[in-house]
């Protein structure tokens, strides 16, 4: 006896090879049968004109300051998502320990859902609380060096001494064995930025050690590209890590075209037998804190050390004067725009919920400056609190991207209660399968399904996930291709797509005719099953 039957669809199977018509049969939570399958079932669901395929993994997710408090992954899960990789950009909400936890929640408040009560330390007992709370998608998350980095020294803009080294090595190792699946980094964020080349390689060996990989936001996405990419191979090499790099893009106008240069490296390093791929989402602009405009040196000391500089009118017009001056990528288009292509995407304090939506140029109108002296304002008046989608990339960079074959599908989002998402958080797969494989036909289907589902699996070392095959967990989509479509806009991010009518996660149903069931079915993953 069956737990579910999916009759007559056409499974793409996730491994790359041609569609075929087939049913699918479910039991204890494992794909047990695909091809003809007559045996009674509990549950049959007719997928006549449907592709049936493994769950989407959404390799770059920065859910792990929601889950905890808020674990539904709605906008995911809608979208046929059932794993989401957490801990990205070098920010993990674990380890963590308590005198230096004020520094860095006031940090990374911009992506915390409100009431999550931080009720953990160590890496493993994140995971635990996770599990014990109940999550509605599997998670599996990277330990960030950012917050390592910020747990043993600050926000201090400086080398790491020895004995901090060890020490974040100690911390590294420790994580892993609780069960991360690697390291990742934010070279462009404080205090990730503040470290240098051979600090990310002594972590990522540590990494390496334990069968982990090293996902990175690289040290410039503009203007440093090609270096930082560099860079990035260079840690990989060094350390023997795969590495993946994260959310690939050239940004800035005057950087645009420099994605082919870009995966020419990637080719190149895995000529030489480098593990080295990386992953993208389907829309030209990106999110972040609007802290990422400031200079370096501005946030030592995190957001308390940048409140007091804000304050000192000379060190303010210092900063002024820097992002004035173009000092990097965001700069540079905010002052040749005054500020046109970035939108205010969540504010903290009430008055300025008013500026959600707003493009720069519009909140600076408003307030009769210049778009540098807003975003300083704001920032203030904000305590630093503050998200920015900025339209910094063109369409031939993404779609290289895209079809590149070591690129994966990503949605680096967020989806907090409050402010606006990127619509990323909401349609990202089905975007994928509808504009780029459907309309522009850009790739095939399988492949596409591919870059979704085996790939990151492959990459993350999940055994018995990403395929439709015997054996494997159940976590599958089962789709319209005709229909599918996101629905989400930068107006109306929060949107569910089109064409998406089943989701299964651990053979439970989590989306039935195309309806959110509120179950949380999800598994906390751990590298090493043995510590769970
Ligand atoms: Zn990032």
Redesign the pocket.
Known sequence: MLDVIIKGGTVVDGSGSEPFAADVGIRDGKVVSVGRVDDPSEVSIEADGSIVSPGFIDTHSHSDFVLPANPWSEGKVMQGVTTEVVG??GMSAAPVKPERLGLFKSYVAFLCEEGLRWDWEGFGEYLDRLQERGTAVNVAALVGHNTVRTMVMGFEEREASTEELEEMKALVSRCMEEGAFGLSS?LIYAPGIYASTSEIVELCKVVSARGGIYST?VRGEGEKLIDSIAEAIRIGKEAQVPVQV??LKASGRSNWGKVSGALKMVDEANGVGLDVTFDAYPYTAGMTTMTAFLPHWALEGGVEGLMGRLKDPRVRGKMASEIRGGFQDLAKDLVSDGGRSVTIAQCKTERNKKLEGMTLFEASKLRGKDAVEAVLEILEEEEAEVSIISFSMCEEDVKAALVHPRGMVGT?SIDLSRGRPHPRAYGTYPRMLARYVREEKLLSLQDAVRKMTSMPARKLGLKDRGLLRPGYCADLVVFRMDEVEDSASFDDPRKFPRGIEYVFVNGNIAVERGKFLRKLHGKILRKFPSAS
């Open positions: 990205n950009c934010g936001h994260s959310h680096d």
